[in-house]
């Protein structure tokens, strides 16, 4: 790989979750404040001088975050007792991830795919926080 420009946007959110299956305390239902880190990559810049503009990446993806993950629920399709018991609850906000437990990782990818659809570049790597300490990444790792 020659040598390339890298800019990273930084996002955070809040949102529940549980891992269905898990042996530990994460089974609970809990939440997190994430932070999503994305890096987008290129070797050549545009007439303005950037890789790609902070400001889009920011409103695109951070929208998309505020609309489906801030404030949410996330959940497996497959937590039968979790998405009954979130639409019991008025007001609930819930992101089904079809056929994954929302774990780090898996959000991770969801947030590169998403961001490739929405910014027409794929990112060279999306990093999910679940805490200050604890991260999963999706990319080129
Ligand atoms: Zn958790």
Not at 80 to 90: D, F, I, P, Q, S
Not at 110 to 137: D, I, K
Request: hydrophobic share 40%; net charge negative.
């Amino acid at each position: 790989m020659g040598d390339r420009y890298q800019v990273r946007i930084e996002l955070s959110f809040a949102s529940g979750h549980r891992l269905l299956g898990h042996q530990g305390k994460c089974v609970h239902p809990h939440g997190h404040t994430y932070r999503a880190e994305i890096w987008m990559a290129s070797e050549a810049l545009n007439s303005i001088g950037f890789v790609v503009d902070f400001t889009d990446v920011k409103d695109k993806v951070g929208g998309w975050i505020d609309e489906h993950w801030d404030h949410a629920f996330l959940v497996s399709g497959r937590d039968e007792e979790m998405l009954a018991a979130l639409r019991g609850v008025e007001g609930s906000r819930v992101f089904v991830f079809p056929d994954a437990n929302p774990s780090a990782e898996v959000m991770a990818r969801e947030l590169y795919r998403t961001a490739e659809e929405l910014c027409g570049v794929a990112p060279s790597m999306v990093r999910v926080w679940e805490s200050p300490s604890q991260y999963a990444e999706y990319g080129a790792v």
